[in-house]
T-cell receptor, first 111, second 115 residues
Framework: DQQVKQNSPSLSVQEGRISILNCDYT??????FLWYKKYPAEGPTFLIS?????DKNEDGRFTVFLNKSAKHLSLHIVPSQPGDSAVYFC??????????FGTGTRLTIIP | KAGVTQTPRYLIKTRGQQVTLSCSPI?????VSWYQQTPGQGLQFLFE???????NKGNFPGRFSGRQFSNSRSEMNVSTLELGDSALYLC??????????????FGPGTRLTVL
C-alpha cells in the first residue's frame, strides 16, 4: 500500500519556466513532509521540508505547498535551471516514525 | 567533513548467497537508516539504528538484518538472496533520532545485482 504517491514518473520543463512536482498522500496522520533530490550515482539530498502547521515554505527558488484537506503537496521550482534535472522524491512522516517515500519523479530541464 | 560512505559500491551475487553491506556515517552522527530503492517502488525503509540499538524496522522479511557498532558504523546483511533483492541499497545518517526534522544525509548507495 503506497501511502505516498508521485503519479508523474517524469516531467520535462523548459529552462527558465516553472517546474511543479506533485505528491499525494493517504495517511492523515502525516505531519511532516520533505523533498529530496537525487542525481545519478549519488544518494538523495535534502531539499526542503514543511510542517503540517504551515501551508507554504520557501527557500530561494524552491517553494513547497501543502494542502492538508486534499492530502496533497507540491514543489515549485522557479526559474528552472539545467542543474535541477534530477529525480525528486517526496517523503512524509508522523511523530517520530520513519520516513515514507514516494516513487520519485524524474525532472528534465530542457535548455 | 567526510560524507556518508558505503562499501562496496557494486556487488554481483547469485541466488541463495548472502551479502553484507557496510555504511560509515558522518562523524558525530549516531543514527543510521537503511533503504532499498527499486524502480517503481521508490525508497523503502529497511531499519534504523541508534546507539547500537535497532529503533525502527520496515516491512521486510527476516532475511534482512542489520547491526550498528559502537563507532556508529553499520552493516546490513541479506541472507538467501532472491532475484527480487536486486536494488540500490542506501544508507543515511543523522545526528540524532526521534524527529523527522533531523536531516538525513545519504550515502551514494550499493548497487546489488542478484543473478
Amino acid at each position: 500500500d503506497q501511502q505516498v504517491k508521485q503519479n508523474s514518473p517524469s516531467l520535462s520543463v523548459q529552462e527558465g519556466r516553472i517546474s511543479i512536482l506533485n505528491c499525494d498522500y493517504t495517511n492523515s496522520m502525516f505531519d511532516y513532509f520533505l523533498w529530496y533530490k537525487k542525481y545519478p550515482a549519488e544518494g538523495p539530498t535534502f531539499l526542503i521540508s514543511i510542517s503540517s502547521i504551515k501551508d507554504k515554505n520557501e527557500d530561494g527558488r524552491f517553494t513547497v505547498f501543502l494542502n492538508k484537506s486534499a492530502k496533497h503537496l507540491s514543489l515549485h521550482i522557479v526559474p528552472s535551471q539545467p542543474g535541477d534535472s534530477a529525480v525528486y522524491f517526496c517523503a512524509a512522516s508522523f511523530g517520530n516514525e520513519k520516513l515514507t517515500f514516494g516513487t520519485g519523479t524524474r525532472l528534465t530541464i530542457i535548455p | 567533513k567526510a560524507g556518508v560512505t558505503q562499501t562496496p559500491r557494486y556487488l554481483i551475487k547469485t541466488r541463495g548467497q548472502q551479502v553484507t553491506l557496510s555504511c560509515s556515517p558522518i562523524s558525530g552522527h549516531r543514527s543510521v537508516s537503511w533503504y532499498q530503492q527499486t524502480p517503481g517502488q521508490g525508497l523503502q525503509f529497511l531499519f534504523e539504528y541508534f546507539s547500537e540499538t535497532q529503533r525502527n524496522k520496515g516491512n521486510f522479511p527476516g532475511r534482512f538484518s542489520g547491526r550498528q557498532f559502537s563507532n556508529s558504523r553499520s552493516e546490513m546483511n541479506v541472507s538467501t538472496l532472491e532475484l527480487g533483492d536486486s536494488a540500490l541499497y542506501l544508507c543515511a545518517s543523522s545526528l540524532s533520532t526521534g524527529s523527522p526534522s533531523n536531516e538525513q544525509f545519504f550515502g551514494p548507495g550499493t548497487r546489488l545485482t542478484v543473478l
